[in-house]
C-alpha cells in the first residue's frame, strides 16, 4: 500500500475522525488567503487549509521531479496536473511528510506554522484549474434507464446504443464555477405540453444533478487516443459537481442535436480536487456489463469506485438542508477508465483541467435518484425535503447542497461541499 495511505496515520494537528480531510486525503485546490492576495495552491487538513506555496517557495519540494518548479504558486493547478502521476506522487508523499505527528519541521516551527497553516474558514477558495474543455456522460444504466421510461416509456427506456459506448455530449466549460457561487434562474423557450407555439421566459424546471467530476491530467495528443490500460495515468483527480439543468428548456431543444441553453447557464464543482492516489483505497468491482464491450473498452477488475454520494435542499424557510438523494458511484454502468478510451478513440485530444462529469449518479431505488427530474418523475409528484416542504423543481432561494465521501478504517476521505443557491431570473 501506497505509505501516504497507511490509515494509522496522524498529523501534528488534530484532525476528528468525521473529517473530510485527514492526512490520508490531502486534497488539492486553489485559495486567497486575504482578499487582495495573489491565489496559491494549498491541501487542506482537517479545518485548515496548507499553503504550498510557500512550502514551495522555502524549497521543501526537492524530489527529482518538482526541485525548481514552480506550479503550486500559481492561480490554478493545469502546470502541476501536466506534469504527471510520479510528480503528483512526489509532492503528496512530501505533504504526507511534513504533516506527520512524529515529523518535527513543521510541527516544531512556530513561525513557518504560522506562515503555511491557515483556519480553512478565513481563506477564499476558488476554481482549482483553468478549464479547456467540459464533457458531461451518462454513465449511470440506473439514470439513464429512469429517464427513457419517464419520456419513452418502458419498452424504450434504453436507447440501442446505450450498453455499447459511454453516451456524452461537450458542455460550456466558460460557465463552470465553483461552489458557493449562486446560480441564476435561466430564461430561454419553451413549449409547454399541448401548446402549439414556444414562449419566452424564466425556467420553471429548474433541476440538479449530483454528479461525480474527473479532471485530466497530460493528456494525449491531438490524433492520438488513450488506451484503457493506461487511462489511470491521466485522471487528476475528482470533484463533486452539480450540472444544473433547465428541464423545460432542454425538452424543448434537445431534438435532434442535444442540450445547449438548457444546460449551459452554469456548472458548479467542489474546490478540492481528491487525488486519485487518495481514492486508491477505494477501488472495487464495477457492475456487470451485458454484452461484454468492444475490445477498446474492456475494463480492469478494480476499475470503479466505492464512493457515497448525496444531494439536500435548503429553501429559505429551512434551517438546514434535507437530504433527497442519497447513492453511490461503485453502481456507475460505464467506468472512468472507459470514459477517457472511448473519449480519446477518435483522436480528440485532452488537455491538462479537462472536466468530463459522469452525468447523474443514480440508483435504481427511490430515495437514490440524483436528479429532481427521476424523484419527481418529471415533474409528476412532489418530494419532501423536511418540515413540510415538498418540491417538484427547484424555487428561487433555494439552496443545493452535495456531499461525497468514502469510508475508511478510523477515517474518511471526503470531497467537503458543492453547493449553491437559486437566485431570480433576469429577463431581457
Not at 196 to 206: N, V, W
Not at 298 to 311: F, G, M, P, V, W
Request: charged share 20%; with cysteine.
Amino acid at each position: 500500500m501506497d505509505t501516504t495511505n497507511d490509515p494509522t496515520l496522524r498529523s501534528f494537528l488534530h484532525v476528528g475522525s468525521a473529517s473530510d480531510f485527514p492526512v490520508q486525503n490531502l486534497p488539492w485546490g486553489v485559495f486567497r488567503p486575504a482578499a487582495d492576495a495573489t491565489p496559491r495552491v494549498g491541501t487542506a487538513l482537517g479545518d485548515w487549509v496548507v499553503d504550498l506555496g510557500v512550502l514551495e517557495e522555502r524549497g521543501f519540494f526537492d524530489g527529482p521531479l518538482l526541485r525548481g518548479q514552480v506550479v503550486f504558486q500559481q492561480a490554478g493547478l493545469n502546470a502541476f496536473m501536466a506534469l504527471g502521476t510520479a510528480a503528483w506522487q512526489e509532492a503528496r508523499q512530501t505533504v504526507s511528510r511534513l504533516l506527520r505527528a512524529d515529523v518535527a519541521t513543521l510541527r516544531d516551527d512556530a513561525a513557518l506554522r504560522e506562515e503555511v497553516i491557515l483556519p480553512r474558514d478565513t481563506v477564499q477558495m476558488l476554481l482549482p484549474c483553468e478549464i479547456g474543455g467540459f464533457t458531461d456522460f451518462y454513465a449511470s444504466i440506473h439514470h439513464a434507464t429512469t429517464v427513457g421510461r419517464i419520456f419513452r416509456g418502458d419498452d424504450a427506456a434504453l436507447t440501442p446504443n446505450y450498453r455499447h459506448m459511454p453516451i456524452a455530449y461537450n458542455g460550456r466549460a466558460s460557465s463552470v464555477v465553483v461552489s458557493g457561487t449562486d446560480v441564476r434562474r435561466p430564461v430561454g423557450q419553451t413549449r409547454p405540453s399541448g401548446a402549439e407555439s414556444p414562449s419566452y421566459g424564466p425556467s420553471r424546471e429548474l433541476d440538479f444533478e449530483l454528479e461525480l467530476g474527473v479532471l485530466i491530467g497530460p493528456g494525449n495528443a491531438l490524433g492520438e487516443a488513450i488506451p484503457i490500460r493506461d487511462a489511470r495515468r491521466h485522471v487528476f483527480g475528482f470533484v463533486l459537481l452539480n450540472d444544473w439543468s433547465a428541464r423545460d428548456i432542454q425538452r424543448w431543444e434537445y431534438q435532434p442535436l442535444g442540450p445547449f441553453l438548457g444546460k449551459s447557464f452554469c456548472t458548479t464543482i467542489s474546490p478540492w480536487v481528491v487525488s486519485a492516489a487518495a481514492l486508491e483505497p477505494f477501488r472495487c468491482t464495477p457492475p456487470v456489463q451485458d454484452p461484454r464491450p468492444l475490445p477498446y473498452l474492456e475494463r480492469a477488475t478494480d476499475s470503479a469506485y466505492d464512493i457515497q454520494l448525496e444531494a439536500a435542499v435548503q429553501a429559505a424557510e429551512m434551517d438546514e438542508p434535507g437530504v433527497v438523494c442519497r447513492t453511490d458511484f461503485r453502481e456507475m454502468y460505464w467506468t472512468v477508465d472507459q470514459l477517457i478510451a472511448h473519449h480519446t478513440v477518435g483522436g480528440c485530444d485532452l488537455r491538462p483541467g479537462d472536466l468530463l462529469g459522469s452525468g447523474t449518479v443514480s440508483g435504481d431505488q427511490d430515495g437514490a435518484r440524483g436528479c429532481l427530474l427521476e424523484a419527481t418523475w418529471g415533474g409528476q409528484r412532489q418530494v419532501a425535503l423536511g418540515g413540510g416542504v415538498e418540491r417538484q423543481y427547484l424555487e428561487d432561494g433555494d439552496r443545493v447542497v452535495l456531499r461525497g465521501w468514502c469510508e475508511g478504517v478510523g477515517y474518511r476521505v471526503g470531497f467537503g461541499e458543492c453547493f449553491g443557491a437559486v437566485r431570480g431570473a433576469r429577463c431581457g
